[in-house]
C-alpha cells in the first residue's frame, strides 16, 4: 500500500460506503450521486492498490483488505 496519506473525502465515502454496505445509502447519507461514491471509492482502491469492496449487483461487501482497513479510519 502507498503511505502517503490518501483524500480525507476518499476516506469519509469509504466509511460511509463500508458502513452501510451500499453505495446508494452511502450516496443519499452523503448527499452524493451514487456513481459520485463509487468513483471516490475507485480512487481511493487505486491510491491503496488494492480493492476494497466486492461488488455485486445491489450491494457492496468489503474484502478482507477493506475489513482490515476500516477501523483504522472509523477512528480516524
Known amino acids: ?5 490518501p483524500s480525507l473525502n476518499w476516506l469519509r465515502v469509504f466509511e460511509a460506503a463500508a458502513r ?3 453505495f446508494a445509502r452511502a450516496a443519499t447519507q452523503l448527499n ?3 456513481a459520485a461514491v463509487s468513483q471516490q471509492v ?3 482502491e487505486t491510491r491503496l492498490g488494492t480493492p476494497l ?3 455485486h449487483a445491489h450491494a457492496v461487501t ?3 483488505t ?3 482497513y ?4 472509523q477512528q480516524s
Open 1 to 5: 500500500m502507498n503511505t502517503r496519506v
Open 20 to 22: 452501510t454496505e451500499s
Open 32 to 34: 452524493m450521486t451514487p
Open 42 to 44: 475507485k480512487a481511493l
Open 53 to 55: 469492496f466486492h461488488r
Open 62 to 64: 468489503l474484502t478482507e
Open 66 to 68: 477493506g475489513r482490515a
Open 70 to 73: 476500516l477501523p483504522s479510519v
